[in-house]
């Protein structure tokens, strides 16, 4: 089972690579393919792990046509915390690979379960806690079949999803300017 996580590398932290270790060690044999700039702390990153180093594989930035292509070594992704990947994310999702996250309290920290919710995966996906970020990711890693389904359906359902409805968006969009501006006409027109 490979695990991966290609957002960019100032979203990962000492809390997140906790909870990917604990995946880690949950799942054996497991690895991890981590986008990581070259630089010194790439051995923090191997420590705090708690793994042996060549069940990680650090990466650096590619082009978006290779950065996409390492999709295709990648089973289940990884998202860090408390900031979600938010284009990355769609990304994954789109190459067929799920992600798990963790639902905060800020925006930052919402992008997962949003996205999630729009493609009817929030339950799946998206842990309340740290603990069942650790348990959907090893439950998900434990079940080949529905690993199997989800990764064969994700692209169809970002594509019948509001993540992808361009027009939809540019109605409420509109709609919204639209009631904006009534708004503000209301509350500074003149009485005659």
């Known amino acids: 089972m490979t695990f991966g996580c290609l957002n960019n590398f100032c979203k990962v932290n000492a809390g997140t690579l906790e909870l990917w270790s604990q995946v880690l060690s949950a799942v054996p044999g497991s690895r991890l393919i981590l986008l990581c700039p070259q630089g010194q702390h790439r051995q923090e990153v191997l420590e705090k792990l708690k793994v042996q180093p060549d069940r990680v594989e650090l990466v650096e930035y590619r082009p978006r046509d290779q950065y996409l292509k390492r999709y295709h070594r990648i089973d289940i992704g990884l998202d ?22 963790v639902v905060g309290q800020r925006a930052a920290s919402r992008a997962g379960w949003s996205q999630s919710k729009n493609l009817g995966l929030a339950e799946e996906l998206v842990g309340q806690s740290p603990q069942d970020f650790v348990s959907l990711a090893v439950g998900l890693a434990g079940d080949l079949p529905r690993l199997a389904e989800l990764r064969s359906t994700l692209r169809q359902r970002m594509e019948k999803s509001p993540l992808m409805d361009a027009d939809r968006f540019a109605r409420n969009v509109e709609n919204a300017y639209r009631a904006m501006w009534r708004r503000w006409c209301a509350a500074h027109s003149r009485p005659s």
């Open 80 to 101: 860090t915390f408390p900031y979600n990947g938010h284009t990355t994310r769609p990304d994954s999702l789109w190459m067929g690979v799920p992600v798990v996250s």
